[in-house]
T-cell receptor, first 114, second 112 residues
Framework: AQSVTQLDSHVSVSEGTPVLLRCNYSSSYSPSLFWYVQHPNKGLQLLLK??????LVKGINGFEAEFKKSETSFHLTKPSAHMSDAAEYFCVVTQNSGNTPLVFGKGTRLSVIA | DAGVIQSPRHEVTEMGQEVTLRCKPI?????LFWYRQTMMRGLELLIY????????DSGMPEDRFSAKMPNASFSTLKIQPSEPRDSAVYFC??????????FGPGTRLTVL
């Protein structure tokens, strides 16, 4: 069985300050992990993915995430928040081998204050 | 590629009417997924197909919901009869190799 827990339902940061969105996962198998972003009234866009290669993954718009197996975590970070980063972020897990459906976290809403 | 295409983008209908949502996956992708998103329940997987065959429909809420994939480039999600509680944003997504899943823009359904 697989699951993800996004530890914060809402995170608020000031523009120009670092962003940290926390995600812990549980997986019986070697996992693939993803972060998706959803801007208001838009679809979901893939930010980045981890599929058993490098543990530090770089994505679009300056975001990155680090896979830490010992901590079962896959936190999303960005050094400096921009107003356009305000959105809902979903941490997602699936089985690395085979083709099982994605398992989504409940999402973290990121607010960026000017 | 144009990405996953969904139509219509918005649908407003009255309770009891039949609603058909359409999806064109990315060419070459062999998995297709239908999701529903609401404020209360978040993102829910309704059904998914592999090579046009339904694999798991356990997320379909009731018999009023049905989905088909007659060929590799087209899928429909039908609600009949529709009810106000079906109001939501319905997303279609497709997946190929490597296992990146791409979402369509969604159909916002309002049932009055």
């Amino acid at each position: 069985a697989q699951s993800v827990t996004q530890l914060d339902s809402h995170v608020s940061v000031s523009e120009g300050t670092p962003v940290l969105l926390r995600c812990n996962y549980s997986s019986s198998y070697s996992p693939s992990l993803f972060w998706y972003v959803q801007h208001p009234n838009k679809g979901l866009q893939l930010l980045l993915k981890y599929t058993s290669a490098a543990t530090l993954v770089k994505g679009i718009n300056g975001f990155e995430a680090e896979f830490k197996k010992s901590e079962t975590s896959f936190h999303l970070t960005k050094p400096s928040a921009h107003m356009s980063d305000a959105a809902e972020y979903f941490c997602v897990v699936t089985q690395n081998s085979g083709n099982t459906p994605l398992v989504f976290g409940k999402g973290t809403r990121l607010s960026v204050i000017a | 590629d144009a990405g996953v295409i969904q139509s219509p983008r918005h649908e407003v209908t009255e309770m009891g009417q039949e609603v058909t949502l359409r999806c064109k996956p990315i060419s070459g992708h062999d998995y297709l997924f239908w999701y529903r998103q609401t404020m209360m329940r978040g993102l829910e997987l309704l059904i998914y197909f592999n090579n046009n065959v339904p694999i798991d429909d356990s997320g379909m809420p009731e018999d009023r919901f049905s989905a088909k994939m007659p060929n590799a480039s087209f899928s429909t999600l039908k609600i009949q009869p529709s009810e106000p509680r079906d109001s939501a944003v319905y997303f279609c997504a497709s997946r190929g190799d490597p296992r990146e899943q791409f979402f369509g823009p969604g159909t916002r359904l309002t049932v009055l």
